[in-house]
């Protein structure tokens, strides 16, 4: 980051100094332009750098999210859920041990966010293994309330009200002592919406992608891709239309393995061969039926073994070895694409970069002041180079204008009826 700062830092400063001088010296730009282009100096400006991966998990309400979430944090069942909108929250998830396991209501966006409000959630984590099933229960429903309190929508606020748009500008961060946080991931929960929700959601969302940067896994349940998901996908990629290069992983949450085994036939165990052979299949099938949703498919490749940015998921039975290698697929597949999306990034800026320093040594070299015998040597190869061209367009100018005998004929008869169309529009007109 501090890299790219600098660079666009000298960069100003130089193309300031010469600006006028540049503009009065009009065949340089012939043979080298200093100037970066506005949308790579946009990606320049937008790029930012995390020491974890970021990912923003979205999709439409009762879409399967808070599940996903679940079973990716590995911390059991501790977010409110239900059907319809449950919360208008953005909730970050962030590592933290036992100890230090809290959650901050946080306002100011997030570029620079200020704390208002610090709950700790450190009870509910410490000591868990001593507890019997029903005391885990009771501190599972202890904790889900603490937090609901927090995310839960507000009754008494109406949905386009300004008490509702200032409740929902808060994001929540939450820190646990999740397995796959500890990897050094990021993980943001926002909510679902579509072009009829209040507008504040959808600045809350663009405000997080702007100053984040993360990958976006879009959930949706139904295979075939209901209308609701539709909406909510349209509405998404309508509010990060101005912000270049987001990457976006569609995983489908209700690949239920008891329709997958009942639809293959199979009423035992399989074996892991089978399981993957059976796994794939679906994957195929899936992946196929969202290439036929128009909006949604457009920069998917044609094949699955080309995309990295799919796959299906399910919670229905968590014990089963099928779902186990499923959601184990599912999740690596997720992190990998969120990784070399981040390095694509980089990548990216890095090549506008090397690519803008060949060209100003190019522009020094070009403009660089000469000695008379310096500027009578290039005159000379130039002249040399002149003579050579034209020798060589002399030698071929025969066989040029043989060829031109044959596809003369060959283009007039091509083109002979509009010849026809024009001569009588001309003597109509009396031209």
Not at 30 to 54: A, C, G, H, R
Not at 75 to 104: C, D, N, Q
Request: hydrophobic share 40%; aromatic share 10%.
């Amino acid at each position: 980051m501090a890299t790219v700062s600098q660079f666009l830092a000298l960069h100003k400063e130089f193309t300031d100094q010469i600006d006028l001088s540049y503009t009065r010296l009009s065949t340089i730009k012939d043979v080298v332009d200093i100037f970066l282009p506005s949308d790579k100096m946009k990606i320049l400006n937008e790029f930012k750098t995390f020491e974890e991966v970021q990912l923003a998990v979205c999709g439409y309400n009762s879409s399967g999210k808070t599940s996903f979430l679940h079973h990716f944090l590995g911390k059991g069942s501790f977010l409110p859920a239900g059907k319809g909108a449950v919360t208008a929250r953005i909730v970050k998830f962030s590592y933290a041990p036992a100890e230090e396991a809290r959650l901050l209501v946080q306002g100011g966006g997030f570029h620079s966010p200020a704390t208002k409000n610090l709950i700790d959630l450190s009870p509910y984590f410490l000591s868990t293994n001593q507890m019997t099933t029903q005391q885990k229960r009771e501190n599972a429903k202890d904790l889900k309330d603490k937090i609901a309190g927090e995310l839960a929508r507000p009754k008494d606020y109406g949905p386009f009200s300004k008490e509702f748009a200032e409740w929902a500008s808060y994001f929540i961060e939450i820190y646990i002592p999740s397995p796959v946080l500890e990897l050094g991931i990021t993980v943001y929960d926002t909510p679902g919406f579509h072009f009829g929700d209040d507008p504040i959601l959808v600045e809350n969302l663009k405000d997080l992608i702007r100053a984040r940067r993360p990958s976006l896994i879009f959930l949706y349940d139904n295979e075939t891709v209901s209308g609701d998901s539709k909406k909510c996908f349209d509405a998404l990629k309508l509010s990060i239309q101005e912000i270049a290069a987001v990457g976006i992983f569609f995983l489908n949450t209700k690949a239920d393995i008891s329709t997958v085994l009942r639809d293959a036939g199979i009423d035992e165990l399989p074996e892991q061969e089978e399981i993957n052979v059976l796994l794939q299949k679906e994957r195929v099938d899936r992946y196929s039926l969202l290439r036929k949703v128009s909006g949604m498919s457009s920069d998917l490749p044609d094949e699955l073994n080309d995309c990295d940015c799919f796959d299906i998921f399910s919670v229905e039975r968590p014990e089963h070895p099928m779902e186990q290698t499923m959601k184990k697929s599912a999740i690596d597949r997720i992190v990998t694409f969120a990784a070399k999306y981040d390095l694509q990034n980089t990548k990216q800026v890095s090549h506008i970069i090397l690519n803008t320093i060949t060209t100003f040594f190019d522009f020094v070299l070009v403009t660089n002041r000469r000695s008379k015998e310096e500027w009578e040597k290039l005159q000379q190869e130039a002249f040399r180079w002149a003579d050579d061209f034209f020798e060589k367009y002399s030698s071929h100018l025969e066989s040029i204008a043989e060829e031109a005998q044959v596809q003369l004929p060959i283009e007039f008869r091509k083109h002979r009826n509009d010849f026809i169309e024009r001569a009588k529009e001309y003597a109509v007109h009396g031209v």
